[in-house]
Structure formats: C-alpha cells, structure tokens
C-alpha cells in the first residue's frame, strides 16, 4: 500500500498550489479520502475530506472558499487545489484514507511553503 504526496513546493502569498495524492494497493474507490496539514511543533489538521464516490466534500472552516478537494477514481488519486495561500499555512500536507471512520492508509507528504 501506498500514498504519494507531490506538487509542494514554495508559493508567494495569495499563490496557488495543486497537490496530489496517489494511492496503489488497496481499493482507491471504496475508501474516503482526506488531507491534512502540520507544521512543526503543532498537531496535525484536517483540511478537507471526500466520500468515496466523490460527491460529498467537507472542509475546515479557515480554508472554505479558496481550497478544493477532488478525486479521479479511474486514476487513484486525490488532489488539493489551494488558492490564496496564507503564509501560516506553509506545512507538511499529507493524504489519509479512511474507513469506517478511521485512518488507515496514509502518507508521507509534501512541504508547502508560503513566503514572500
């Protein structure tokens, strides 16, 4: 099993970043799929999750609005769209996939970085 992280990097406030998440080993389609954030020192984030089928997203309140949450089932991957980055949300992002509620599968990530 694994979960891929790629498409951090450094953005300027106000950037945009696309991360993506891609997942082989396990049945992508069956499972709902979440990303999250942390920053050093801090507990991790939930950022935004989606169902399984792709319908049903929910996001945490600081990024409504500006982040996007989407999944191709065909192509077993999960993807984040940021907008209007915040320089406090430069963190390690990272995908989980959850079942019945609880995290089974999740990945390394990939450092954004938000700086002038």
């Known amino acids: 099993v694994q979960l891929v992280e790629s498409g951090g990097g450094l953005v300027h406030p106000g950037g945009s970043l696309r991360l993506s998440c891609a997942a082989s080993?396990?049945?992508?389609?069956?499972?709902?799929m979440s990303w999250h954030r942390q920053s050093p020192g801090k507990e991790s984030d939930l950022v935004a999750s989606?169902?399984?089928?792709?319908?049903?997203?929910n996001y945490a309140d600081s990024v409504k609005g500006r982040f996007t949450i989407s999944r191709d089932n065909a192509r077993h991957t999960v993807y984040l769209q940021m907008n209007s980055l915040k320089p406090e949300e430069a963190a390690v992002y990272f995908c989980?996939?959850?079942?019945?509620?609880?995290?089974?599968?999740w990945g390394q990530g990939t450092q954004v970085t938000v700086a002038s």
């Open positions: 989980k996939a959850l079942r019945g509620g609880i995290d089974v599968y």
């Open positions: 080993g396990f049945i992508f389609s069956t499972y709902v």
């Open positions: 989606i169902s399984s089928a792709g319908g049903i997203t």
